[in-house]
């Protein structure tokens, strides 16, 4: 009989305390922790347990909401969006978009959530204060929905300069396959400006920069995976998303590895280049 009451009154126990959101402690305090270490260029600005953002479909884990960042930053979390397309976009103060791009959701089957892990890299700005949205397009008439926005805050305004090395046929006339030209952006100052310079190089030529003819082979929704500089000064450039399929001939896959080769040795300390896809060697085929 006392077993019998035991157990009946830590049922009820613990259902109150899940009421009570006592049972979420651990979860709240596993997301505070990793974010306080500063991991992905992030440090918590806030002294409460800040929660992730989000809705229905789509949740950001990281940054969270108030988060002050060094760029290039990390952004993370999960998705349950059409074709698993989710889309995202850097604005400043004024709401003026100043970079943005397309990751893919790893969701295991139609209508499941897939994690969603992506850098930004933050071009020159003023004003510390930006705001990231994430979203994805309507099945139904390409509108956004599903807009989940997270204000944060640039720990440093001061600014310093890369390249870009793109292709231009009107300075390479002869279409060589492989000679790259150089563009120079200003960036927020990061300790990470080679792989900045990578990420910017893989959105792409600006607007201003395809007037004068500069154009990209990278393909589409092309990302960067991961990158390492080993001791001997080879700088491991691990490329995943839409580079992954066939590539239509040497020309194009010549043209790829300039772009990232040239961008990247423009670093000191880089000697070589190593380009992989999604971690595996020789990928980079016609």
Excluded at 101 to 128: E, K, L, S
Excluded at 135 to 156: F, H, I, T
Excluded at 240 to 258: D, F, H, Q, T, Y
Aim: proline share 6%; aromatic share 6%.
């Amino acid at each position: 009989m006392y077993q019998k009451f035991f157990r009946s009154n830590l049922f009820l126990l613990a259902g109150l305390m899940i009421l009570l959101g006592i049972g979420c402690s651990k979860t709240g305090q596993g997301v505070q922790s990793e974010f306080a270490k500063g991991n992905d260029g992030q440090i918590n600005a806030t002294d409460a347990f800040p929660q992730p953002s989000g809705n229905e479909n789509i949740l950001l884990t990281t940054p969270l909401v108030g988060s002050q960042i060094t760029p290039p930053f990390r952004v993370k979390g999960q998705a349950r969006v059409f074709e698993n397309v989710v889309s995202w976009r850097l604005l400043n103060s004024e709401n003026t978009i100043l970079v943005q791009g397309t990751t893919m959701a790893a969701a295991p089957d139609i209508g499941q959530f897939g994690d969603i892990d992506f850098w930004i890299a933050v071009p020159a700005v003023t004003d510390p204060n930006l705001t990231i949205e994430v979203y994805n397009a309507s099945a139904k008439d390409g509108s956004d929905e599903n807009v989940v926005r997270v204000p944060v805050r640039l720990m440093d305004t001061r600014t310093q300069t890369v390249n870009l090395f793109f292709l231009n046929d009107r300075m390479d006339p002869d279409v060589s396959c492989t000679k790259t030209f150089p563009v120079l952006r200003s960036i927020a100052v990061t300790p990470s400006p080679a792989r900045t310079a990578l990420l910017l190089l893989l959105q792409g030529p600006s607007e201003a920069e395809r007037q004068e003819q500069y154009r990209s082979s990278l393909p589409f929704l092309t990302e960067l995976k991961d990158l390492a500089l080993k001791e001997d000064g080879t700088l491991v450039v691990d490329l995943k998303g839409a580079v992954e399929g066939p590539l239509g001939g040497s020309c194009l896959v010549g043209s790829i590895s300039s772009e990232v080769t040239d961008t990247a040795r423009q670093f000191s300390g880089v000697k070589t280049v190593e380009i992989l896809v999604k971690g595996e060697t020789n990928r980079l085929e016609p």
